[in-house]
């Protein structure tokens, strides 16, 4: 093996000018050292590009500039093309990785050969690398393919994954679900190798105002509900509209009256038997997933009416006491 080529790290980058240089930075430090790292300058039309430059003294670095921008999936889908690594590290202009990162990650996949791709856990950090929290996902592989269902529960800039599963497949990034890509592809990749998330916090992820996260979230959140009910007509359900407006509100943790909760439960049930001759997902955790989202549905209904039954009598009590004046 080349082992110059054992990871390849690919960065789209989008007028992130202001913190490229440290995400970059991040990469060249890294403890392990025998990897590529492919930059795609993604139209930028601020300072991205002068950043950019000064680190091109790397001869890992292999720098693309798009004139036109194209889009951040179909930048990372030009990088993942051109990569040539064993793995594949993704990476996002605006995040931070731990100097260790690229180590630790090799080694688990090394030992782990069932894996196919490795997340791990995050801190938050403000414009100024300031951290301001931490950022959890669920360790267990099984529980993970299963919390997929409802959202995409791996930090996305912190994933490594085998390439050979990406080039056999070819899974690459589905430009159609253009605010939510990278759940679609989690998704689909979960279908064909196993994902885990580590315990270490491998990655600092930034929180900022041009984030496609905010910046489209509308947008964003009917992907996600599109991604959602692809899932389920992959595993050969029927899903009509009403059922699929009922299982993203449930999923959404949306109020649901007595007979939407009759209908829901109905059509979970129908996702259970077919997970039982599938075999798709662990029906336990599935069951278990279900329960809890149909449980805090109740509680949500509870409060409502409860609340709506204070504010009756506050309102009673106000009548009443304006009759006594």
Known sequence: MNFSLIISVVMPCFNCGEYVG???????????????????????IDNSDIEIKKYLNDNRIKYIFLKKNVGNYVARNIGMKMATGKYICVMDADDISNRDRLLLQYKYLEKNRSIGCLGSQGFWIDSNDSITGELNKPTNANRLKVFLLKDNFTLHSSLMFLRKVIIQNNLFYNEKFRYAADYEFVVRFSSLSKIINVEDRLL??????????????????????????????????????????????????????????????????????????????????????????????????????????????????????????
Do not use: P
Request: charged share 30%; aromatic share 12%.
């Open 204 to 325: 600092h992820y930034r929180v900022h105002d041009n984030q496609i996260s905010r910046l489209r979230y509308k947008f964003q959140v009917n992907t996600v509900r599109q991604v959602r009910i692809e899932q389920l007509r992959n595993m050969g359900i029927i899903v009509s509209m009403k059922e699929a407006n009922l299982y993203n509100r449930l999923l959404e943790g949306c109020k649901l009256s007595t007979k939407e909760f009759e209908l829901i439960v109905e059509f979970l049930n129908i996702i259970l038997e077919n997970n039982r001759a599938l075999k798709r997902f662990n029906q336990n955790i599935l069951f278990n997933f279900f329960e809890r989202e149909l449980i805090n549905a109740q509680i949500r209904f509870i409060r409502d009416r409860v609340r709506k039954k204070r504010d009756s009598v506050t309102f009673l009590n106000d009548q009443y006491c304006e009759k006594k004046q």
């Open 22 to 44: 440290r995400s970059i930075a991040s990469i060249l430090w890294q403890t392990f050292e025998q990897f590529e790292f492919i930059i795609i300058n993604d139209g930028s």
